[in-house]
């Protein structure tokens, strides 16, 4: 019987001899920054992992094998923590990653309405990104803003009080360019 | 001597010593009292996520994992309480509902008394006839057969995760892995390769340790349950190393090898030990063939026997090679059938490497998982003695420091602390010049840096393999007394044959014997004599060359024994019946020396061989 | 740092702000933040030095006000008199004007925030007690109100025993969720094996519906830091981590600016006080896992693995964080070390009920006219919560259930509203304090869906590794599936309470052991809903979309 499941490498992986994913500065960052404060190198992975993320919106299996090269962690281990966990996106995503919260406090105030209203301002599903790349939809847990459900995040920025009229208006409202939607509050380095 | 404090606990209303720090699980199987468990195995670390082994103890608020809840004193205890059994069979109910276990399309399923399913076989325990849960098997579980030597299917996998465990803590491969959580957990090789792509070595423990059919062996798969196998200790005969294995019988047929766990490589295995050795082989020799216009052709033992015997007779000098692979008996009676009938010295091993072997204290395999430094100085474990390789990688894993010295590059390389050239570590130089520099700078650090490492360490270990200058072997004998040493012998039992006196080396005489066993040439070329006489048990380019080639045993039908890089005499047993046209191979040359006018006899042959051990 | 600069700094800090006529407080925590109090802020400023007040009026940004709801909050405060403040809601840009000109006569009345109200009145604040009243991002604020005292005095004038014995005496117990008795935990790290020992603060707070520690460490974030290096001292441990969701960024940033100043004044780090005491914090960001707030699971997680929980014992505090002793609290259980140090254990003994000390912070969220965050005395009885604080059930409804203790907790129906809060009577009924998330709903909620909801989150936050947890969320989430959808039958409702009962028995860590609470606490009070979707075909809230026709008799 033949093999169904999917070879992500194959997906994933760019050609080769293109320039590392876990650049020479995120290793400086990373043995300078972070080494010294865990008596482990395993301890850096999940710190390694939101690097990567947070530079490349996502992390391709050629990163995990990089890091895991890097940390002298085998492919295995460094798939088994990265897959573990929710944050890590293993697949491409949109440059504007929204995040609809699907807990309770949101549900009762129509968290599920706002999720159809973007669902077809966009035309996309859960856990999917609109053809151009731009936006991937997803739900997720308590953003803890339940005081002032439902709530949103997209990228770092978080919206509160929504409606759907009001997703329609902050949609229209983001600009072209990701990188200059940023929330001046957060600071991630 | 103060006696190891002792915890007493009750089990099922026996009254149980148990050893401090022992789980609930181990004590009671000490004292006979078998706990079910699945995700539990006895040379893993316990991780208690199967749920099956939960018991009832006493003064806890709810059921106890038996495999991770340490033993203490006054404990009570109760496996089978109504309690434990009904949480049991819910678990249980929950495996068989979770992926599709069609046990009846599964190699390992059975009637009550004969399944292999240690699943199925709980299943029988406790009167399981149905689930009461929704069934999962509509999802397609996928089925990896990439791998040679054996099959995942997904489907009969319970996620005990004693593959991945086996694959880290025992191979220290960490080609096996968890991906994704929760109900979408699976077990994947590597960033989720296929198994046939990824990273395995096809060492096979996580094989021999999976408790249902999720792990198929390809060639045992369906050809009998254990009820109806021969399951026979001995040892495997593809390396120096010895490694102690289970071989599994039918019909006097090897179906499967599977490793000792009490023997020193603790259950574990290569490649070679495991799966090359049920592998299809040449054509077999089952009669003697003598070469008659150009072509071999089967005759009578007594027709090439006394042909045979002619042209040793005739010959000025004999020449014979064995092969390194044969037990000890086979080798003193090849020596004694040349020193004694054919009054030759010119009798040597095949090929094979033996270290000198008194450098200091001897180590055994343990030492070597148990290191905390370890050094190796020529030699290739990785590629010659795959399982030290491995017990090497378990070390480096337990934060042993590893030192590489060779001049080539080896598969340990990267897992080095540090890596020294031989001359780093010699003493020896080729002009005076030479010497002095390298006395006083390479030896210099080299050695002071070998010396300071060991020094540092506890349990300190080295690997040496042959061929070396003896100023390295100078060196390494000045070591630290605490230093463990294991030599890197290449030749199964070369170490065995050096105790007679056999080493690789060249051997003249216009007739050759070469007696090889099961050993097949890999390329290597036998040396043109006038008359060649091959003893071997396959038709190979060797025997092609040959003048005579006569019928030999192969390693599961030989008896005698082996010393292995431990310096340790196992013995070899046999584990099958050999044809009946093919005899030992001190029957053979007994027979020989009869013929050529000397009868050597059997007990003088049983003398040299006793000398050995 | 000592103890003189200690106190110099305060006095300074203290000079300063009396210095000023008014201070103007804008709330700058993440739900004020959402709404733009950022740009009321910065209007606010302008408008002071636009009329020359810099010298006499001060605005600056604090934690969280609490009435979430009503926000952006700004408080006006009379320097001499602080009992006059004057709170505003729902405040924008265009108000600055309006505010700064009211600052000597009287408030703007059509933006006042009525605080006489019992959401304000009934409130009593520890933990919460600088919230909304300080500058996060200013040590010396947090110093200015007697912060860091509690540190000195600690390693200054007390054993590590000492210290130890004081939180036993003062009854403090684990607000993570179980609730175990904090002195215990910190003499059995403090006996612990080996030099080396570590302090981890429990910031991964997933319960749905819980957001007091986002709260806590965005508004007062060096509580948190004094009450984790008191921990170290008394349990003798030189490195602490903070390990926290990184769906969080305001509070992480809050929190490392907070390091970064405390380690600067020499109030972590080494020689800590000029006595031979290191300590050091480190942030570590979660990476979307809830079951990384079992404690077990989250040390996985720091060592770098995937953060699955394993069996005890051993427990953390013999044998936690790469094997060394490891104390694991949470983070309003750190918040309330500083007050206890300070105010003495007797003190803090004196409020709440005979086993539940202290008070506890709940996020109030759900069909209930106050959503945000109070802090109330334990023991306070259920209905003074949601109608006097919480305001009652808005638009004219009727309260259904108070859920508390997220997907751990349980559904408390209207009939035991006038329970006390505190740990043993949740559990009476069958839910948990939880880490204090209370959702109110009123009854257009139906209380399968609510069940479903709840076991869905478990089924997908189930780290898989032990059985029951893995194969048993689905199976119930399936089973509550049919049952909404109109398809289940009695045999299911049957079903669903045996793997309850399994579950709670066999599964490995405190995740699968809770996750039947929301199954069990609504079968128990609102069995007619299950009823009714099975027999009948309906779902009583109307909230769920029934597709099987009722059956024909």
Redesign the interface.
């Known amino acids: 019987m033949a093999w169904p499941a999917e070879d992500r490498r194959a997906t994933a992986v760019p050609k080769d001899g293109e320039p590392p994913l876990l650049t020479d500065e995120m290793k400086k960052e990373l043995t300078e920054k972070y080494f010294p404060r865990y008596p482990t190198r395993r301890a850096v992975l999940l710190p390694a992992l939101h690097m990567l993320q947070h530079h490349h919106g996502w992390i391709p299996m050629r990163a995990l094998a990089e890091v895991g090269e890097f940390l002298g962690i085998s492919p295995a281990e460094v798939l088994d923590t990265a897959s573990f966990y929710e944050e890590y996106w293993l697949k491409p995503k949109g440059k504007y990653l929204i995040q609809v919260c699907r807990s309770l406090a949101c549900e009762i105030y129509g968290s599920k309405r706002v999720t159809e209203q973007i669902k077809k301002k966009l035309n996309v599903e859960c856990g999917e990104t609109t053809r151009d790349g731009k936006f991937t939809l997803v739900e997720l847990e308590c953003l803890g803003s339940c005081g002032t459900a439902p709530a949103m995040l997209i990228n770092d920025v978080l919206f509160e009080d929504l409606t759907p009229q009001k997703i329609n208006q902050v949609l229209d409202g983001l600009p072209e360019d990701a990188h200059k939607f940023r929330d001046p509050t957060v600071d991630w380095q | 001597m103060v006696a190891a404090p002792v915890v007493n606990i009750t089990v099922n209303g026996k009254a149980i010593s148990a050893r401090p720090g022992q789980t609930v699980l181990q004590a009671a199987a000490d004292a006979g009292i078998e706990i079910p468990a699945l995700c539990n195995h006895p040379h893993l670390r316990p991780e208690g996520s199967c749920r099956v082994c939960l018991v009832e103890i006493e003064k806890q608020r709810t059921l106890q994992p038996a495999c991770t809840f340490p033993v203490a004193d006054g404990m009570v205890v109760q496996t089978e309480s109504a309690k434990a059994v009904e949480s049991r069979k819910m678990v249980l109910q929950m495996i068989f509902s979770e992926r599709s276990h069609y046990c009846m399309y599964c190699q390992m399923s059975g009637t009550a008394q004969s399944t292999d399913c240690e699943l199925q076989k709980l299943g029988y325990r406790y009167g399981l006839n149905h689930w009461s849960y929704g069934p999962n098997y509509a999802k397609n579980w996928p089925i990896d057969a990439t791998r040679t030597h054996f099959v995942m299917d997904h489907a009969r996998c319970i996620l005990c995760r004693r593959c991945v465990r086996a694959c880290q803590q025992i191979a220290a491969n960490h080609t096996l892995g968890v991906q994704q959580r929760g109900f979408k957990t699976m077990i994947c090789a590597d960033d989720n390769v296929q198994f046939g792509e990824s990273s395995c070595v096809s060492c096979g423990t996580c094989l021999q340790v999976c408790p249902t059919g999720a792990l198929a062996d390809r060639r045992s798969a369906y050809r009998g349950h254990e009820s109806e196998v021969t399951r026979t200790k001995a040892v495997c005969l593809g390396c120096s190393v010895g490694c102690g294995i289970e071989a599994i019988t039918r019909d006097n047929q090897l179906l499967r090898v599977e490793g000792d766990w009490k023997a020193g490589n603790e259950g574990m295995l290569c490649s070679v030990g495991r799966f090359d050795v049920v592998e299809p082989k040449p054509v077999r020799i089952m009669w003697p063939m003598v070469r008659t216009d150009g072509r071999l052709v089967e005759t009578s033992w007594d027709k090439a026997l006394t042909f045979a015997a002619g042209k040793f007779r005739q010959a000025h000098r004999v020449a014979g090679l064995a092969s390194p692979r044969l037990p000890n008996e086979a080798l003193a009676a090849f020596a004694c059938f040349f020193h004694e009938v054919l009054m030759s010295n010119e009798v040597g091993l095949l090929y094979g490497e033996d270290p000198p072997l008194e450098l200091g204290q001897p180590a055994v395999l343990h030492d070597v998982a148990a290191s905390d430094c370890i050094v190796i100085i020529a030699g290739n474990p990785m590629k010659q003695q795959k399982v030290v390789g491995h017990l090497i990688k378990r070390a480096y894993d337990n934060d042993a420091r590893i030192i590489v010295v060779n001049d080539r590059p080896t598969e340990l390389d990267s897992y080095a602390h540090l890596r020294l050239q031989l001359q780093d570590v010699s003493y020896h130089g080729e002009s005076p010049f030479e010497q002095l520099k390298n006395t006083y700078h390479l030896r210099g650090t080299g050695v002071s840096q070998l010396k300071a490492a060991v020094e540092a360490a506890q349990r300190p270990v080295v690997l040496y393999g042959g061929g070396l200058t003896t100023t390295v072997y100078a060196a390494l004998r000045a070591l630290p007394a605490k230093v463990h040493f294991l030599p890197l012998i290449n030749g199964t039992n070369a170490a065995g044959a050096a105790r007679l006196g056999l080493r690789p080396r060249p051997v003249h005489g216009e007739a050759l014997y070469v007696m090889v066993g099961d050993d097949l040439p890999d390329g290597m070329v036998l040396p043109h004599r006038q008359f060649t006489l091959v003893q071997s048990a396959y038709r190979s380019a060797w025997t092609e060359s040959a003048d005579v080639v006569l019928p030999a045993m192969i390693w599961a039908e030989m008896k005698g024994h082996m010393i292995n890089i431990e310096g340790r005499s196992l013995p070899v047993a046999p584990l099958l019946v050999a044809p009946k046209s093919v005899h030992a191979c001190w029957e053979t040359l007994l027979q020989l020396s009869m013929r050529i006018g000397y009868s050597l006899s059997f007990d003088e042959i049983s003398d040299i061989s006793k000398a050995v051990v | 740092m000592t103890p003189e600069e200690l106190s110099k700094i305060a006095t300074i800090e203290q000079e300063e702000q009396q210095q000023h006529k008014h201070v103007i407080q804008v709330c ?1 925590a ?2 004020c ?3 733009h109090s ?1 740009q009321v802020k910065d209007a606010l400023d302008k408008e002071v030095s636009k009329r020359g007040l810099e010298n006499t009026c001060h605005v600056k940004g604090v934690g969280c006000l609490g009435l ?2 009503a ?1 952006p909050l700004v408080r006006v405060q009379p320097t001499a008199k602080p009992d006059a403040a004057v709170m505003y809601q729902a405040v924008t840009a265009n108000d600055a004007a309006d505010i700064v000109s009211s600052l000597e006569g009287p408030p703007v009345k059509r933006l006042v925030c009525p605080t006489n109200v019992p959401f304000f009145t009934r409130q009593k604040k520890i933990v919460l007690e600088n919230s909304g009243i300080i500058d996060p991002d200013r040590i010396e604020e947090y110093i200015a109100v007697n912060g860091y005292a509690g540190l000195l005095q600690v390693v200054s004038t007390m054993r590590p025993s000492e210290v130890i014995d004081e939180v036993m005496r003062s009854g403090l117990r684990g607000r993570g969720g179980a609730g175990f008795s904090t002195g215990l935990k910190w003499s059995t790290v403090a006996k612990g094996r080996g030099s080396t020992k570590y302090v981890i603060c429990n910031a991964d ?7 007091m520690d ?1 709260s806590v460490l965005e508004s007062d974030p060096h509580r948190v830091l004094e009450g984790m290096a008191i921990a170290a001292y008394a349990v003798g441990a030189s490195q602490g981590y903070i390990y926290v ?6 509070a992480v ?1 809050r929190l ?1 600016a907070a390091i970064r100043q405390a380690e600067r004044a020499g109030l972590l780090g080494n020689n800590i006080f000029g006595i031979t005491f290191n300590f050091s914090i ?1 942030i ?7 079951v990384c707030g079992e404690e077990t699971a989250l040390i996985a ?8 929980p ?2 005890r ?1 051993p427990y953390p505090a013999e044998s936690g964080l ?1 094997g060394c002793p490891t104390l694991i609290n949470n983070v309003e259980t750190f918040a309330n070390v500083p007050p206890i140090i300070r105010n003495g254990s007797a003190w803090f003994a004196g409020i709440g009920t005979e086993k539940s000390k202290g008070t506890k912070v709940f ?5 209930v006219t106050n ?3 109070i802090e109330v005395p334990m023991g306070i009885p259920l209905r003074e919560i949601v109608y006097d604080i919480g305001g009652g059930i808005p638009d004219g409804k009727k309260l259904k259930a108070v ?1 508390t203790g997220g997907p751990s907790g349980g559904c408390i129906p209207e009939q035991h509203l006038d329970m006390p809060v505190d740990y043993e009577s949740l559990a009476k009924v069958g839910s948990i304090m939880g880490s204090g ?1 209370m ?1 109110i ?1 009123d009854d257009t ?1 139906c209380m399968v869906d ?1 069940a479903k ?2 076991m869905e ?1 478990c ?10 947890c ?6 119930m989430h ?2 509550l599936c049919r049952i909404t959808d109109g398809s289940g039958t009695a045999d299911d409702l049957t ?1 669903l309470i ?2 309850c009962d ?1 579950l709670r ?4 860590c405190g995740l699968g ?1 809770t996750a039947p609470n929301p199954v069990l606490t609504t079968l128990q009070f609102f069995k007619h809903e299950y009823d009714a979707h099975i027999q009948k075909k309906t779902c009583p809230a109307g909230s769920c979309t029934i597709h099987a026709p009722a059956e024909v008799i």
């Open positions: 700058v993440a739900g933040l959402s709404s950022d979430c709801a926000g707070e997933g319960d749905p519906g819980a957001f986002r969701r990184a769906e969080y960024p305001l940033k490392k480190d570590r960001l979660g990476a979307g896992a809830f997680s720091i060592e770098g693995k995937r953060g699955t394993r069996p014992p790469w996020a109030l969220a759900g069909r959503t945000g965050l859920q998330g959702i709903m909620s609510v909801f709840f989150f089924r997908s936050e189930s780290c898989g590794k032990c059985v029951p893995r194969v048993g969320t689905a199976q399936d089973l079903l045996e793997l399994v028995a066999t599964s490995l052991q």
